[in-house]
T-cell receptor
Framework: NAGVTQTPKFRVLKTGQSMTLLCAQD?????MYWYRQDPGMGLRLIHY???????AKGEVPDGYNVSRLKKQNFLLGLESAAPSQTSVYFC??????????????FGSGTQLSVL | AQSVTQLDSHVSVSEGTPVLLRCNYS??????LFWYVQHPNKGLQLLLK??????LVKGINGFEAEFKKSETSFHLTKPSAHMSDAAEYFC???????????????FGKGTKLSVKP
């Protein structure tokens, strides 16, 4: 049972380049999330999805797009990377069907640097 | 609107001494509260959660937290620190039974715990 897997683990981009971060979970979870973590800022929600084919904006969605074409995958795209998007990105998933258990399962993160 | 404040950005303790990581929250409704731990270069892991049952919540690795509504606090404690406890700790608040589904989990800015030998 791999849990939540993020690829890639590290990436360096030049300003203006595009890329896609992949999150895959094998727990059949309905809910998936993308967060960014910056020093002293905690985690901030970028986008989230409550099911296949649905996405919604979080706290800091600008400059990012997402897709959830398959239940197990949640993709985060940067169309034109900016230095302000240098961050560590975490994917998480959970399910509402374990009572009120809102435990999030996190991936190990993607460290992105935009030069 | 809900919010969460971790009162210390960095706490340093000696091995074997008690740990106290402070968290205050603001919420319009009965909140769910969580503590997550992040070890270096790892994702976050749930330590414990409060969801309106017992006010004293026991978590993994000997940690516990007490929900105090009158003080709007949810401080994390451990009687005796271990070197392996060195990590960053996040207090999280959500409103509603499925706050996570609405994307309204609010993370504190984190407290980095250092443990000296």
């Amino acid at each position: 049972n791999a849990g939540v897997t993020q690829t890639p683990k590290f990436r360096v981009l030049k300003t203006g380049q595009s890329m896609t971060l992949l999150c895959a979970q094998d727990m059949n979870h309905e809910y998936m999330y993308w967060y960014r973590q910056d020093p002293g800022m905690g985690l901030r929600l970028i986008h989230y999805s409550v099911g296949e084919g649905t996405t919604a904006k979080g706290e800091v969605p600008d400059g990012y797009n997402v897709s959830r074409l398959k239940k197990q995958n949640f993709l985060l795209g940067l169309e034109s990377a900016a230095p302000s998007q240098t961050s560590v990105y975490f994917c998480a998933s959970t399910t509402p069907f374990e009572g009120l258990d809102e435990k999030l399962f996190f991936g190990s993160g993607t460290q992105l640097s935009v030069l | 609107a809900q919010s969460v404040t971790q009162l210390d950005s960095h706490v340093s303790v000696s091995e074997g001494t008690p740990v106290l990581l402070r968290c205050n929250y603001s919420s319009s409704y009965s909140p769910s509260l969580f503590w997550y731990v992040q070890h270096p270069n790892k994702g976050l892991q749930l330590l414990l959660k409060y969801t309106s049952a017992a006010t004293l919540v026991k978590g993994i690795n000997g940690f516990e937290a007490e929900f105090k509504k009158s003080e709007t606090s949810f401080h994390l404690t451990k009687p005796s620190a271990h070197m392996s406890d060195a990590a960053e700790y996040f207090c999280v608040v959500s409103e509603g039974g499925y706050g996570g589904s609405q994307g309204n989990l609010i993370f504190g800015k984190g407290t980095k715990l250092s443990v000296k030998p």
